[in-house]
Nanobody
Framework: QVQLVESGGGLVQAGGSLRLSCAAT????????MSWYRQVPGKQRELVATVSAIGTAAIAESVKGRFTISRDNVKNTVYLQMISLKPEDTAVYYCHAVMFPNYWGQGTQVTVSS
């Protein structure tokens, strides 16, 4: 059973930083591609960043230079470091294991005030 538990969201002012965490069970993050998505009410879920099984990172153009994806293989946890946050980054952020498409965590809310 795959479980993904996101945490680290919150309310931050524009220009601030947050680090999101995704604690995974039932999937080994060092052997699987892991992604972060975000979703705003009424809009489709948007892919933000992916780290491949071999550790290669891909970042969406909208957040490139501001967001970084990483993982801790010992803790089996994936992170999304976000800096220079903008109000348009406000969304619920979800962790996802690419090879387990039916499993989603509860998400963590990020709110960026102007």
């Amino acid at each position: 059973q795959v479980q993904l538990v996101e945490s680290g969201g919150g309310l931050v002012q524009a220009g601030g930083s947050l680090r999101l965490s995704c604690a995974a069970t039932g999937v080994t993050v060092s052997r699987n591609a892991m992604s972060w998505y975000r979703q705003v009410p009424g809009k489709q879920r948007e892919l933000v960043a992916t780290v491949s099984a071999i550790g290669t990172a891909a970042i969406a153009e909208s957040v490139k230079g501001r967001f970084t994806i990483s993982r801790d293989n010992v803790k089996n946890t994936v992170y999304l470091q976000m800096i220079s946050l903008k109000p348009e980054d406000t969304a619920v952020y979800y962790c996802h294991a690419v090879m387990f498409p039916n499993y989603w965590g509860q998400g963590t809310q990020v709110t960026v005030s102007s």
